[in-house]
């Protein structure tokens, strides 16, 4: 059963602590992004990664890291620098980095308090 | 700044009717495509329409787009409760000479369509 899995679903953190949120496809795709959304908002392009071993910040990178050091996985750290962490992230990867859909994991709504 | 802004930001319909959603944007594109998201979900690919595209169909949907307005339109006919949702269109720009923009994808801020049985 092929798709893109975040884990977990729902995540508590207190301010000033590190938090590392999970995403694995197993669709052989080449590409994978992270997003956060806000309430009533779009998606916001937070980095993504057009091959393994390689990562690019997108338009909001500040106060995250990420790694790609497996095809499959995309870890995102939210760092104690992220000045508003609260949010739903959603991960996504696609077949190349360009001009293929993307397919989106369930999304990890992450609380910090 | 948004790429892509939808329009309306949210429509009310009634199960049988038509819904129709807008997008604009204002840069040059690879390609537009449109997105659903059931609340508190993960988004799911529609249709993807090429910028050499004018008009594309996949079931119930009808997505055209006009590259000299800068525009496209989602139409979704015969609508059905379970179509209830958001819609978000995303635009991905040609690839640039320093490679930035390569795969981006910059999504608006949705339009919210609620279908009443």
């Known amino acids: 059963d092929g798709g893109i899995t975040q884990s977990p679903k729902y995540l508590f953190r207190k301010e000033g602590q590190n938090v590392t949120l999970s995403c694995e496809q197993n669709l052989n795709h080449d590409a994978m992004y992270w997003y956060r959304q806000d309430p009533g908002q779009g998606l916001r392009l937070i980095y993504y990664?057009?091959?393994?071993?390689?990562?690019q910040k997108g338009d909001i990178a500040e106060g995250y890291s990420v790694s790609r050091e497996k095809k499959e996985s995309f870890p995102l750290t939210v760092t104690s620098a992220q000045k508003n962490p609260t949010a739903f992230y959603l991960c996504?990867?696609?077949?190349?980095?360009?001009?293929?859909?993307?397919?989106f994991g369930p999304g990890t709504r992450l609380t910090v308090t | 700044s948004q790429q892509g802004e939808e329009d309306p930001q949210a429509l009310s319909i009634q199960e049988g009717e038509n819904a129709t959603m807008n997008c604009s944007y204002k840069t040059s594109i690879n390609n537009l495509q449109w997105y659903r998201q059931n609340s508190g979900r993960g988004l799911v690919h529609l249709i993807l329409?090429?910028?050499?595209?004018r008009e594309k169909h996949s079931g119930r949907l009808r997505v055209t787009l006009d590259t000299s307005k800068k525009s496209s339109s989602l139409l979704i006919t015969a609508s059905r409760a379970a179509d209830t949702a958001s819609y978000f269109c995303?635009?991905?720009?040609?690839?640039?000479?320093?490679?930035?923009?390569?795969?981006?994808?910059?999504f608006g801020q949705g339009t919210i369509l609620t279908v009443h049985p």
């Open positions: 995303a635009t991905e720009r040609p690839r640039d000479a320093g490679g930035t923009s390569y795969g981006k994808l910059t």
């Open positions: 329409i090429r910028s050499n595209e």
């Open positions: 990664s057009q091959i393994v071993n390689d990562f």
């Open positions: 996504a990867s696609s077949k190349t980095p360009s001009s293929y859909e993307q397919y």
